[in-house]
């Protein structure tokens, strides 16, 4: 069953085992079971029960010499709660963990729906007797029209074997969460030689939707494509890797919803380096706050979905922007925001360091702009590693402390955010300093829009572009959730206290640091 998490974000292993100390019996006698595995007593967690309740003297029982456990101090096994699917009978954010494959886009999918239509996910999945069942919608092509698809397969889920060739512990594909508590314990009693052994086994509830429904949908890709409109050069291929490979969220959602699917759509986020980028972005603004205001399931009711992406291309020329924003910001001579950053530098350090650190980081980010110039002109691994390489020496602890100085301008934080991006480059689950990663699918949860204030503005859709001033970025924000369940940006830091994938970003940096809004829209 592997190791797993549970809800307070501890790993457990199901298949666990704990053995009670073997002891000379004081007290030989002939017994007979009254418990046993196959009819174990089901008790209550917290209590225990009387050995009488497991064992009976018996004149033509077995003899006993030796005992291995007690009612106090059993040996222990842990186990799943046979056809558990949901955790308290409902999924959750917490339960879906992405893993080892490439299906960011399909898992970001499950994210929005079980914050916004979890009843959904409850309806369309049964297990049963070991075996799993998922209904998808797949497209009928001759009848031009989304037709339901059950899925059925068995319960079983993949694990990663040892390099000795053995059984490993880690599931493949996506982990499931296990309750802190379990629901119901049983206990038993064995005979082995003149042994008697009591056991008590811990029954516990598990999120196993999460790796199932992927299981499923493995399997309904292999048959009926990605986004169950056809293969569309996907013939031949196993399902785990079709799945795998990369995909777009908003061309998902037909596999829930089928004909209900209103709009599955994109939008772009803009970036320039120069203007504001909430002034750039009045489209891109609308349709996050058209997502705030609809993304409850409601009958009767047009439901939204939102996820977000940076592509690799897009956080590379975000990281020239930047950098060339940062040389201009080196280059004003006029009094401002860049003589009082000037003035508080010195007085914190002479004005030769001053002078140096500036000089370090002009002739570090003209190096990183010609590797970045370089790779655009010539998209090969050597030149892409290259850029990737200038811009972990720029961003390394001490190389630019310009860059983490609270009293530095804002365009030098700017760069960092970027710079937390292309220096992952190649890797979505990467364990050093990161914001957010390319290539790799964000559920949005959220959007407030406030002003500078900081109070909450209240507004249609419509009403973005004509009131894009009162937006303000920094006090604005949009929370983000990473289909890892981990790995949250932490560029200066961890962003909070419990690193389960779901943080806040100012308006300002999630436009910054995202090129792309994916889409759906539902008819409840």
């Not at 339960?95 to 009843?119: E, H, K, S, T, W």
């Not at 897009?314 to 020239?320: E, N």
């Amino acid at each position: 069953m592997g190791v797993q998490v549970q809800s307070n974000g501890e790993t457990t292993n199901l298949a666990a085992r704990v053995d009670a100390q073997q002891t000379e019996a004081t007290d030989k006698r002939k017994v007979k079971l009254l418990a046993t595995a196959a009819n174990p007593i089901p008790i209550a967690p917290g209590q225990t029960p009387r050995i009488e309740d497991l064992v009976a003297t018996a004149p033509d029982g077995a003899e006993i010499s030796q005992i291995q456990g007690t009612p106090t101090a059993p040996n222990l096994r842990n186990d799943m709660l046979p056809d558990s699917l949901f955790i308290g009978g409902q999924p959750a954010a917490a339960d879906v963990r992405q893993g080892g494959l490439g299906d960011c886009y399909f898992m970001a999918v499950l994210l929005g729906i079980v914050n916004g239509d979890p009843a959904k996910l409850i309806q369309m999945m049964a297990l049963a007797g070991g075996n799993v069942s998922t209904t998808f919608h797949r497209l009928d092509n001759a009848a031009g029209e989304w037709v339901e698809q059950v899925i059925s397969t068995n319960a079983e889920i993949q694990t990663r074997n040892r390099t000795d060739g053995s059984v490993g512990t880690n599931v493949k594909g996506a982990r499931f969460r296990v309750a802190n508590d379990a629901q119901r314990s049983e206990w038993w009693a064995h005979i082995d030689g003149n042994t008697l052994k009591v056991f008590q086994k811990n029954l516990y509830e598990v999120a196993l939707w999460g790796p199932l429904i992927e299981k499923t949908y493995a399997f309904f890709a292999q048959q009926f494509g990605r986004y169950g409109n056809g293969m569309n050069g996907d013939e031949g291929k196993g399902g785990y890797d079709i799945i795998g490979s990369g995909g777009m969220s908003q061309a998902c959602y037909r596999m829930f919803y089928g004909e209900d699917v209103a709009d599955e759509s994109t939008q772009a986020v803009n970036f320039d380096g120069r203007t504001d980028s909430v002034q750039l972005n009045a489209d891109a603004i609308q349709r996050l706050l058209t997502f705030e205001l609809n993304k409850q399931a409601q009958d009767g009711q047009t439901q939204q979905y939102a996820q977000a992406r940076i592509s690799p291309d897009g956080a590379i020329r975000r990281a020239k922007l930047l950098a060339e924003a940062v040389l201009r910001h080196q280059t004003k001579t006029e009094p401002g925001a860049f003589r009082r950053f000037i003035n508080k530098l010195r007085g914190k350090t002479p004005d030769a360091n001053v002078t140096a650190a500036r000089a370090n980081i002009a002739t570090a980010l003209g190096t990183f702009i010609a590797a970045i110039d370089t790779y655009l002109a010539d998209r090969t691994q050597a030149n892409k590693t290259a850029l990737v390489t200038q811009a972990q020496a720029i961003e390394a602890i001490g190389a630019h402390d310009l860059l983490r100085d609270p009293d530095a301008a804002k365009v030098y934080h700017d760069l960092l955010e970027n710079l937390g991006v292309v220096i992952n480059l190649g890797t979505d689950n990467g364990p050093g300093r990161r914001m957010v990663y390319a290539a790799h699918a964000y559920n949005i949860m959220s959007v407030a829009l406030c002003n500078a204030q900081g109070a909450a503005l209240t507004m249609q859709p419509a009403e973005v572009p004509r009131r894009l001033a009162e937006i303000d970025g920094v006090r604005s924000s949009v929370v983000l959730e990473n289909p890892h369940a981990r790995n949250e940006p932490n560029m200066n830091g961890p962003i909070d206290a419990v690193n389960e994938g779901r943080f806040t970003l100012t308006l300002d940096s999630f436009l910054r640091n995202t090129d792309l809004l994916r889409l759906a829209a539902v008819d409840h």
